[in-house]
């Protein structure tokens, strides 16, 4: 019998033998085969090391050139696309444009699965064309299937414009590995439901979306040590975090911190420099921008020494 289905050969689409018998068990045997399963995705994502090395890199060429990062997916692939660039203003300060996410049905999908949208390789090529790709741009797909058709659209049109692409998949088989300037693969196998693949698929996902944009942030001075120094303070909470880095940094008491970040407009950076290097605001700015933005490099100091005496581990 010929086969019509293009997607029953996909592996996020097979049946895990290991699962057969789910629906007969307990609470406890059902977490203890996610548990197994997702051992298994790791080790997937180990596998592609390597390949998420090379993306950090690319990506933080990018950034340096003054280029973007676009997010390109649907359904849960595109919730996590939207997920890491909503995060990296208040984590790492990073301008609202700087990263970016697109989504198949728009803002609406994000919150209620609209079926079907996925399924449109035009509406995807114009949803990029919106945000006037561009050479120096880092453009990354993901699809867990590896065959998203509004995701293909998208980065056609940004290939295109001449823009990088990397392509985040759990089908190592894709046909567009000569197409993009990358493919991260995890082989994750079977989900534990069948097609799933908000399970082992989305969780990989994740993981390949964290190490890239935390290894970019870092390698473009977004830290010092492992300190998040270009956090924002909207919130008390993050406040709270900033008068503790500062205070870790420079030792300084819990009310001096607050009333150094008061004069450095609560920029981390620029305090740390300013306490370090008794220089003003304007001056604190300058010699950071002098020093691409790296804390370490401004001050001539490194954290480690500092963090491993208060952990009490140096």
Not at 9 to 26: F, R, V, Y
Not at 181 to 196: K, Q, W
Not at 215 to 240: F, H
Request: net charge positive; aromatic share 4%; proline share 3%.
């Amino acid at each position: 019998m010929p086969v019509r289905s293009k997607w029953q050969s996909l592996p996020t689409e097979a049946i895990n033998p290991a699962t057969l018998a789910i629906d007969k068990q307990s609470s406890a045997d059902i977490v203890e085969e996610m548990l197994t399963e997702d051992r298994k995705m790791l080790a997937a994502v180990q596998r592609e090391k390597d390949r998420i090395v090379v993306g950090i890199d690319i990506i933080t060429q990018a950034l340096k050139k003054g280029g973007r990062i676009i997010f390109v997916g649907a359904g849960t692939s595109g919730r996590l696309g939207v997920i890491e660039s909503a995060e990296m203003p208040p984590t790492f300060g990073t301008k609202p444009e700087l990263v970016q996410a697109i989504m198949a049905g728009g803002q609406d999908a994000m919150l209620k699965a609209k079926e079907g949208v996925e399924d449109h390789y035009e509406e995807g090529s114009r949803a990029i064309n919106r945000l006037r790709p561009a050479k120096h741009d880092v453009v990354i797909g993901v699809s867990a299937s590896g065959i998203t058709q509004f995701v293909l659209g998208a980065l056609t049109r940004a290939r295109r414009a001449g823009s990088k692409i990397i392509f985040i998949t759990c089908d190592p088989r894709t046909e567009l590995q000569t197409f993009v300037d990358l493919t991260i693969a995890p082989a994750v196998g079977p989900e534990v439901i069948a097609g799933s693949t908000r399970l082992k698929a989305g969780t990989a996902t994740k993981i390949v979306l964290n190490m890239l944009t935390t290894g970019a942030m870092v390698r473009t001075g977004k830290t010092y040590g492992n300190l998040m120094v270009d956090v924002q303070t909207g919130s008390e909470k993050l406040r709270d975090r900033a008068r503790r880095i500062i205070i870790i940094v420079t030792g300084l008491e819990y009310e001096d911190a607050d009333k150094l970040l008061r004069r450095a407009h609560w920029d981390v950076k620029a305090a740390i420099v300013m306490q370090k290097s008794g220089l003003s605001y304007t001056q604190a700015q300058t010699k950071l921008r002098r020093a691409h933005d790296f804390v370490r490099d401004a001050i001539g100091e490194d954290a480690e020494s500092r963090l491993k005496q208060l952990l009490g581990t140096g």
